[in-house]
């Protein structure tokens, strides 16, 4: 065995690089960061052969000074932080001071720089070699430009493991796309073998920011997204959130940044799936551009070499922020607000949900939506958990009355005869009333979904609105209506809970031990009482009785793991709602059933009123809209 020795400055640098640079993006993300922390407002690119033969990146920035110049390429140099202190809040993108010293040592590098204040420009030379680097005068305006060439020339080893130059590239401009969405007061110019692809010019009122995220995007992701902004805490979330029904097969629009650094964070990816948890469909990956503002000593961004990254103080409070001001965005939209595509020159989306800086169920913390009548039209005794329409003069229904929601609760404490239920359910009939008349039917005094005109095949609606025709699936409707009933009235009397006869015991890690006791107050709002029997167990006194037919230590296994992980869990309310979505779906209205006129303007109406309503509780649409242009195109009218 040899003796222990210092690794030369070459060697240890690419080792270091392995960390910091395994393909063209990464030197890109480290360059222009660097030209962001310089104050650049204008940033231009170049790439040839996917960045491989060629990475060029000139800023307009404060520039390096001569006596910087070579210091710059040395490892751990940095300006960016003096103390321990300053590391605790990083408030610029870079700040490690390895980058330069691990580009430099994998590639044949130069950096020409000029101060604001210097009257000439001076250049560094690198080529993978020993850090002893000759500096000369060169011509240049104020900034810093930097050539990187033939990445990993001296490591054949690692080049071998570059794709193809497409590939490359993309993974160039996806992250040149972050960078952009990251600071919209800068320029950006993106040009690979000798073409422009992206030529991004600053946006500063929200109409400029919004024309560049549908640039950088998808142009329909603006046409069916709506703006966020709340506040609270000493939190603020503001950007854009996809609608459901522009749901993505892959995760590849999901861009959130935290003080303006795009993370990939399993605490916020898991909180924004909570949110859309309801609303899409199986498999489907939600879109979104967003953008957390915290305290920087509040979140912890040196965890990664890569920085993507973090770790937050109060995980749990960032988890319940994003995901309660995501859920109450989300349960806003109704069929009457315009999609965010309808970008106004007031500088905004027409569909925007604002908060002003607020606090409890003000910043974010959704409310149940209004709830409508359940009423049998038959008789004064109440309903079955599927509703009746009961129409009013304007279109509307009446509250439930407490007969109403005694019976739903009665139905829902009996879940383990759930099959007595929803046979009852299916029978329950939407209930024959008196002819409502219409509204006048001109165009300006049409709702949102308009009123119905027939009935397709006992399946759709069809109804005319201001724009033309929309058609509603009538059992997905009524199934998210009769949903969200289900869960206000749910929600009214809380988690109903019984002891158990026998107590069961389950064996968990100590770490898991450990949480059990740390949120047994949060157990307990939910109905589970626990007691550690030993350091490796615990035991479960009391359950909801929505998990009569569960299984219950698995449940309270993943539970603990949420806790653990993310500092909250919604396993038993995702349980409750799975057992309420499937009592709304059988008490929904079948296929093949007729309805009256009065009926169908009824639940459309309804519609309008319901939190979520553009999806059923499967994810699905409900409704769709047909523009008079769209079904002109059909006939060729006006050709």
């Known amino acids: 065995m040899s ?74 140099a940095t300006s960016k932080i003096t103390t321990l202190d300053d590391l605790e809040a990083v408030g610029t993108m870079g700040f490690r001071g390895e980058a330069l010293a691990s580009i430099s040592s994998v590639s044949r590098l130069t950096l020409t720089s000029r101060e604001k204040t210097a009257t000439e420009a001076w250049q560094v030379k690198a080529e993978g070699r020993e850090m002893q680097a000759e500096i000369s005068p060169a011509a240049h305006p104020i900034g810093t430009t930097l050539e990187v060439r033939d990445l990993f020339f001296n490591t054949p080893a690692r080049r071998k493991f570059l794709r193809t130059e497409k590939t490359e590239f993309s993974h160039l401009e996806d992250t040149l796309k972050k960078l952009a969405l990251s600071r919209y007061d800068v320029a950006f110019t993106l040009r690979h073998n000798q073409k422009v692809i992206h030529s991004l010019r600053p946006a500063s009122r929200m109409i400029d920011r919004e024309k560049r995220v549908a640039s950088l995007l998808n142009p329909q992701f603006m046409d069916n997204a709506v703006h966020i902004e709340t506040e609270a805490a000493g939190l603020t979330i503001e950007g854009w959130v996809g609608l459901p029904t522009f749901s993505r097969s892959q995760a590849d629009m999901q861009y959130f940044f935290v003080n303006g650094r795009a993370v990939r964070d399993k605490l916020v990816v898991h909180a924004i799936k909570q949110a859309y948890r309801d609303v899409l469909y199986h498999g489907r990956q939600p879109a979104f551009v967003l953008y957390l503002w915290l305290d920087p000593k509040l979140v912890d961004v040196n965890v990664h070499p890569t920085k993507h990254e973090v770790r937050f103080r109060d995980g749990r409070l960032v988890h319940d922020f994003i995901f309660r001001s995501l859920h109450r965005a989300l349960g806003d939209i109704r069929p009457e607000q315009p999609t965010g595509g309808s ?53 509307f229904g009446d509250r439930p009355s407490q007969g109403a929601v005694a019976e739903q609760l009665r139905s829902y404490e009996q879940l383990n005869q759930a099959a007595s239920s929803h046979a009852a359910m299916s029978h329950a009939a939407l209930g024959t009333n008196t002819p409502q008349p219409l509204p006048g039917e001109d165009r300006e005094d049409l709702p949102p979904l308009g009123f119905a005109i027939a009935q397709l095949h006992g399946i759709y609606i069809l109804a005319q609105n201001a724009q033309g025709l929309i058609v509603v699936d009538t059992h997905a409707a009524h199934e998210r209506i009769t949903y969200e009933r289900l869960k206000v009235a749910v929600d009214q009397q809380g988690i109903q809970s019984q002891p158990l006869l026998v107590p069961e015991t389950l064996h968990v890690s100590e770490r898991e031990a450990d949480a059990a006791e740390q949120y047994a107050d949060e157990f307990k709002l939910l109905g589970v009482e626990l007691a550690r029997m ?76 319901t939190e979520r309503s553009g999806q059923c509780n499967h994810g699905r649409p409900t409704w769709t809209q047909m523009t008079m242009p769209e079904l002109d195109k059909l006939f060729m009218r006006g050709r």
């Open 343 to 395: 970008i106004s020159e007031a500088g905004h989306s027409s569909a925007s949900v604002n908060s002003e800086t607020s606090t409890g169920a003000e910043a974010g913390e959704f409310q149940g939506q209004n709830r409508l009548n359940w009423q049998n039209a038959n008789s004064g005794s109440a309903a079955s958990p599927g509703y009746q329409f009961q129409p009013t003069s304007n279109g």
């Open 534 to 609: 030993s350091p490796e167990s615990l035991m479960i006194r009391q359950i909801p009785v929505l998990l009569q037919q569960a299984n219950v230590g698995q449940l309270i296994t993943d539970m603990l793991g949420d806790l653990i992980e993310h500092g909250a869990s919604d396993r038993i309310l995702a349980h409750r709602n799975e057992l309420l979505s499937t009592m709304a779906c059988h008490g929904s209205v079948r296929a093949n059933r007729k309805l009256t006129i009065p009926e169908m303007n009824a639940l459309l109406r309804d519609m309008e009123d």
């Open 3 to 76: 003796r222990i020795h210092l690794l030369s400055p070459r060697l240890a640098n690419q080792i270091a690089a392995g960390e910091v640079v395994e393909r063209p993006a990464n030197i890109v993300k480290e360059l222009v960061e660097n030209s962001l922390d310089a104050g650049a407002v204008h940033i231009d690119v170049d790439a040839e052969q996917g960045g491989v033969k060629l990475l060029r990146v000139r800023d307009d920035g404060i520039g390096i000074g001569k006596d910087d110049l070579s210091l710059s390429l040395s490892r751990h």
